[in-house]
């Protein structure tokens, strides 16, 4: 079974495997747990039967104005059954009342993002691994 949570106090590494999937330099599943520790909002998509963490998304905010939505990912093997969108609804939810959401993403995605009210933008970045 599929469960849900914005709590990162029962999660430990050993539960933060495969992740980064196509990375040039992948997080570790240590500065994962990390990763997740240090966002202002988190949700974990977790299998319940294998006590495994198999999707999650962060966002950083400053609670008035922005936040930004760095990471979204689900594992291989359970894609395409909903989790990815839960995911995201439950974390726009989260940031409901801040009138500047943004994220950044390849262009085959901006269909799946626009179910949520999302529109294109441009912007620029600095991506120094
Ligand atoms: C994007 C991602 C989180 C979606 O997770 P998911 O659990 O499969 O999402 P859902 O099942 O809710 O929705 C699947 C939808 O994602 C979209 N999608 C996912 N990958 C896609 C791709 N490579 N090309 C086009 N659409 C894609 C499709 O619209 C798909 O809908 P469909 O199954 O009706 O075609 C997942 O594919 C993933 O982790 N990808 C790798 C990491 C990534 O790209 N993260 C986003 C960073 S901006």
Not at 3 to 11: A, H, L, M, R
Not at 29 to 56: M, T, Y
């Amino acid at each position: 079974m599929i469960t849900y949570t914005d709590s990162v106090e029962k999660i430990t590494f050993q539960m933060l495997q495969g992740f980064f999937e196509g990375w040039k330099k992948p997080c570790t599943p240590e500065e994962h747990l990390e990763i997740l520790r240090n966002s202002n909002h988190i949700v974990l998509a977790i299998d319940s039967d294998q006590d495994k963490v198999v999707g999650f998304i962060t966002a950083l905010t400053d609670r008035m104005q922005s936040a930004f939505i760095p990471l979204l990912e689900v594992l291989p093997g359970y894609r395409r059954r909903g989790i990815g969108s839960t995911l995201v609804s439950r974390m726009l939810e989260k940031l409901k009342g801040i009138p500047a959401i943004d994220l950044t993403c390849d262009p085959v995605l901006q269909r799946f993002y626009s179910k949520f009210g999302m529109v294109p933008s441009v912007g620029m970045i600095i991506r120094d691994y």
